[in-house]
């Protein structure tokens, strides 16, 4: 069963903390995403990669970072955590084709 | 952002009834698609339509798509109580190139048994 694999279900980090969430697929995607969602607000596009090294910033970057070193794993990087940053983060991959996002379970963190 | 609208907010009808929510989004699309997503989980795809189709069947399914209106409907038959998720539209915006999808809101749906 082809699928998006994030490290944590539930996070709970310190105001400052450097954090990273995890995101593994298995279905060679060149696409991956990360998203956050907030109740209200829907889903906002934080960064995106279409291919190995590559990344994108999507709507609202400000406050993380990303890494894309292999085809399977997107990382996103919370360089110093804030209370603001307290939500669930959805990654997703895809094909470049427009067939639809396959998304990882999300991780709810929660910064304290 | 072009982000999509869902209407309405929150639905909650019997089960066995049918169950319609809408979405409307601002600009010109490659395609719309539908998720659904269970308490606290990632979302689950369900349909796609693409901009030079009207209506798409998938199962007890029906989408439509008014490109004239930037409007769609997701349409739900005879509703199951494990149908009680939150529904949302997405776009992936024309002439972007690669696929990037913007989404709206979500209907929280509500089977009652």
């Known amino acids: 069963d082809v699928k998006v694999t994030q490290s944590s279900r539930y996070l709970v980090k310190r105001t400052g903390e450097k954090v990273f969430l995890e995101c593994v697929q298995d279905?060679?995607?060149?696409?991956m995403f990360w998203y956050r969602q907030d109740p209200g607000l829907g889903l906002r596009l934080i960064y995106f990669?279409?291919?190995?090294?590559?990344?994108e910033k999507g709507d609202i970057p400000e406050g993380y970072s990303v890494s894309r070193e292999k085809k399977e794993r997107f990382s996103l990087i919370l360089e110093s955590a804030s209370t603001n940053q307290t939500s669930m983060y959805l990654c997703a991959s895809s094909l470049p084709l427009g067939l639809g996002y396959t998304f990882g379970s999300g991780t709810r963190l929660t910064v304290v | 952002s072009q982000q999509g609208e869902e209407d309405p907010q929150a639905l909650s009808i019997q089960e066995g009834e049918n169950a319609t929510m809408n979405c409307s989004y601002k600009t010109s699309i490659n395609n719309l698609q539908w998720y659904r997503q269970n308490s606290g989980r990632g979302l689950v795809h369900l349909i796609l339509i693409r901009s030079n189709e009207r209506e798409k069947h998938s199962g007890r399914l029906r989408v439509t798509l008014d490109t004239s209106k930037k409007s769609s409907s997701l349409l739900i038959t005879a509703s199951r109580a494990a149908d009680t998720a939150s529904y949302f539209c997405?776009?992936?915006?024309?002439?972007?190139?690669?696929?990037?999808?913007?989404f709206g809101t979500g209907t929280r749906l509500t089977i009652i048994p």
């Open positions: 279905m060679d995607h060149e696409n």
């Open positions: 997405a776009t992936d915006e024309a002439n972007f190139g690669n696929e990037k999808l913007t």
């Open positions: 990669s279409y291919d190995v090294k590559m990344k």
